[in-house]
């Protein structure tokens, strides 16, 4: 019986293109993901290029990061009212406009719309790509595709910052957007080729009521936490927005699961692998953002190296992980996740606790190797875990899993980094209080070195929680109702 299921299984499948399909899918993805982190090193240069303060260009990153926030909730309602083939033409022709728009501006104004078209772009394609995953992919070769998504997901912020300091240097920031276009326009043509419609339009009953509270409720977080590197968590410009989102989350939450047609579907955390796979990637991409934001601040303002050299530093792990991500799929694929995701997160903890201990003089081959094998630890935890929760969503479901993930992972991604700049920020007043002049700059330099300690010591608590939960995940066979 087995076996005839797995047979037509496969024929359904094998009417798909799915190499072209995935190729440009991820494709647009890489450029997305990209785009998240490519200006962070250049944010000083345009400071001062625009005559705009530093608050003000950390919207250029904040507002990229909001409207992610905003739109990843309502993808599972955008893959139900409208085609394949029209979402991947509409996400890519807006990641093109935005990119477009951004090669040519001339000042901040323009550059900022630039960026929220970008961002829409992205919010459409990445539920998308894992919505196709699940269509046209057997259950039995989905790990190895998850981790192809995982290289884009992971690599593409990582190489980021380091192809924009080369950038930078050799030409300037217009060629960071420039350079992307005609990728762009590679996986539009290539999509246009090949993508079929490969879902039902059932056009479910728009309710404002539910999109309202999405948006106050994720837009409020991502923008509290977004808010909270500048100015601190305690803050009113964080607590207020949080409090909004919190409690608008907490309303769309009752309303959604009291409706018959909801929006985001929550029932999917009925689901016990579905809710366990969210816990482990939540704790991945708040550890990999968090050190992807601390690591940087310590190779410049702490060793003294220049963006390219940090980023040079910081590339070895992004191109490990970008090898080991699609082995972790293979491996998940043939074994399941009972083995890779806890291996990994005892990983990331013995990880995270060599970095507590890092110092002025730690040496640069020692943060290479500490990073490398921090990065082979998320790629082991990540997409097995997203896989194997999805896995078990009966396919009406779909839609609204592949949503929620996706926006698990930019609200964690959110945390991860707002709460390690603040818990770094209180290890350095703590440091420099109890030094005698807090003005000379190897004090300053000791103090942030202090804070850094202080934010892996705790990632280290939060990555032994990851272990525990890890122990519960089993490997699940998939669901054919509907």
Not at 23 to 37: A, Q
Not at 256 to 280: C, E, N
Request: aromatic share 8%.
């Amino acid at each position: 019986m087995q076996s005839v299921m797995a047979e037509e299984q496969h024929q359904v499948v094998h009417k798909y293109k799915v190499i072209p399909i995935m190729v440009s899918l991820l494709i647009c993805g890489f450029i997305g993901m990209f785009n998240e982190t490519s200006l962070n090193v250049v944010l000083s240069d345009l400071i001062n290029q625009f005559q705009i303060t530093a608050s003000t260009a950390q919207w250029l990153t904040t507002g990229y990061l909001l409207t992610l926030g905003i739109l990843v909730p309502v993808s599972g309602m955008f893959l139900q009212w409208f085609s394949t083939r029209q979402l991947f033409a509409a996400s890519v022709l807006l990641a093109i406009l935005g990119t477009a728009v951004a090669t040519v501006s001339p000042g901040f104004e323009l550059l900022m719309i630039a960026r929220v078209i970008q961002a829409a772009g992205v919010a459409l394609v990445l539920p998308l790509m894992f919505h196709t995953v699940l269509v046209i992919v057997p259950l039995e070769k989905r790990g190895t595709t998850y981790g192809l998504i995982g290289l884009v997901l992971v690599v593409a912020p990582a190489v980021g910052p380091t192809i924009s300091g080369l950038l930078i240097e050799q030409l300037s920031w217009n060629w960071i957007f420039g350079l992307t276009l005609p990728v762009l326009l590679l996986a539009l043509l290539i999509g246009i080729r090949y993508m079929q419609n490969i879902t039902t339009i059932t056009k479910p009953k728009i309710d404002v009521s539910s999109l309202i509270l999405s948006t106050l409720g994720f837009g409020g977080i991502v923008f509290a936490f977004s808010s909270a590197g500048e100015v601190g968590l305690g803050a009113p410009k964080v607590v207020i927005p949080l409090i909004v989102g919190l409690l608008a989350i907490l309303i769309f939450a009752g309303r959604q699961l009291r409706m018959k047609q909801p929006m985001m579907d929550l029932r999917a955390f009925k689901h016990p692998m579905f809710s366990v796979g969210t816990i482990m990637l939540m704790i991945a991409v708040m550890v990999m953002m968090a050190t992807m934001i601390l690591l940087p601040m310590y190779l410049i303002r702490g060793i003294g190296l220049d963006a390219f050299s940090t980023g040079l530093v910081l590339l070895t792990g992004g191109i490990v992980n970008a090898v080991t991500q699609p082995i972790m799929g293979r491996v998940f694929d043939k074994f399941g996740p009972r083995l890779v995701v806890p291996a990994g997160m005892v990983l990331i903890a013995v990880v995270l606790w060599l970095l507590s201990g890092i110092t002025l003089t730690t040496a640069i081959i020692h943060i290479i190797l500490l990073h490398t094998f921090l990065m082979i630890g998320i790629s082991m935890v990540w997409m097995p875990s997203q896989a194997n929760g999805l896995n078990q969503l009966t396919p009406s479901l779909y839609p609204h899993g592949s949503a929620i993930m996706n926006t698990v992972q930019q609200v964690a991604g959110a945390i991860g980094t707002a709460v390690a700049i603040s818990i770094m920020s209180a290890g350095i007043n703590s440091f420099l209080k109890q030094t005698a002049d807090q003005s000379d700059p190897a004090n300053a330099a000791l103090a942030m070195t202090a804070g850094i300690q202080q934010v892996f010591g705790i990632a280290v608590g939060i990555a032994i929680v990851g272990f525990i939960c890890s122990l519960f995940m089993r490997r699940v066979q998939g669901s054919k109702e509907q």
